[in-house]
C-alpha cells in the first residue's frame, strides 16, 4: 500500500547546526503534510504543516519544504538546540482525515 | 485553553481480557481519532469519530471499538486482548471534516501492556 517513509531512521546533529529531516511519500493524492515532534513518554507535538499547492512554509526555527514532482517533504530547523531532541514524524493526509505516518527519524543534538 | 486529555496513562491487562481507554479533545475540537503506536514504530489509524459517529476505519479488527459522547469526549473498546495490543493508544482531536482545517492535537497517550 502507500504509505509516507522517511529516507533516515537517525541523525546525530551538533548543537547550533541546522537540521535537515527528509521524507518521501508515495501517494501524489496526497494534499496535506504535517511534521510532529515525539519526545520520549509523550504524544506526538504538532510542528508546522503545508499543502500541496505550496512548496515552502516557515515557522519558528523551522521551515517545511514539499517537492511534488519527486514526492519529497523535508523539515529544516535551525540553530539545533538540545530540546530539539525527539523522533520526527511527517505525516499525510489523502483529503481523507485521517493521518498516514512514516516510521520516523530519532534526532539526536550533541553538545 | 485545555489540550487533549487521556486517561488512564498506563494499563496493565492479561489476555482475553477487554480494557476501554478515554480521551477529551482540546476545546473547541469535535472529531476524534485514534492511533495505535507499537514501539519504535509511527502511530497507525484506527478509527475516527465525529458526531457520534465511526466515519473512517483503518485496517484494525472488530476487537477494536469506540464511541463519541454528545459532549465530543470519546472512548476505545478493545476486546479479547492479544499480546500484540501492547502499545501506546493516541488519541488525537480536530475541527470537524469539511472546515478546511484538518490539524489533528495529540494527547499523551495511554501505554496498555498485555500479559
Known amino acids: 500500500g502507500e504509505s509516507v517513509g522517511l529516507h533516515l531512521p537517525t541523525l546525530s546533529v551538533q548543537e547550533g547546526d541546522n537540521s535537515i529531516i527528509n521524507c518521501a511519500y508515495s501517494n501524489s493524492a496526497s494534499d496535506y503534510f504535517i511534521w510532529y515532534k515525539q519526545e520520549s513518554g509523550k504524544g506526538p507535538q504538532f510542528i508546522i504543516d503545508?499543502?500541496?499547492?505550496?512548496d515552502k512554509r516557515q515557522g519558528q526555527r523551522v521551515t517545511v519544504l514539499l517537492n511534488k514532482t519527486v514526492k519529497h517533504l523535508s523539515l529544516q530547523i535551525a540553530a539545533t538546540q538540545p530540546g530539539d531532541s525527539a523522533v520526527y514524524f511527517c505525516a499525510e493526509n489523502k483529503n481523507d482525515y485521517k493521518l498516514s505516518f512514516g516510521a520516523g527519524t530519532t534526532v539526536t543534538v550533541r553538545a | 485553553d485545555a489540550g487533549v486529555t487521556q486517561s488512564p496513562t498506563h494499563l496493565i491487562k492479561t489476555r482475553g481480557q477487554q480494557v476501554t481507554l478515554r480521551c477529551s479533545p482540546k476545546?473547541?475540537?469535535?472529531?476524534v481519532s485514534w492511533y495505535q503506536q507499537a514501539l519504535g514504530q509511527g502511530p497507525q489509524f484506527i478509527f475516527q469519530?465525529?458526531?457520534?459517529?465511526?466515519?473512517q476505519r483503518g485496517n484494525f479488527p472488530d476487537r477494536f471499538s469506540g464511541h463519541q459522547f454528545p459532549n465530543y469526549s470519546s472512548e476505545l473498546n478493545v476486546n479479547a486482548l492479544l499480546l500484540g495490543d501492547s502499545a501506546l493508544y493516541l488519541c488525537?482531536?480536530?475541527?470537524?471534516?469539511?472546515?478546511?482545517?484538518?490539524?489533528?492535537?495529540f494527547g499523551p497517550g495511554t501505554r496498555l501492556l498485555v500479559l
Open positions: 469519530y465525529y458526531e457520534e459517529e465511526e466515519r
Open positions: 488525537a482531536s480536530s475541527l470537524a471534516p469539511g472546515t478546511g482545517v484538518e490539524t489533528q492535537y
Open positions: 503545508i499543502r500541496s499547492n505550496m
Open positions: 476545546s473547541g475540537h469535535d472529531t
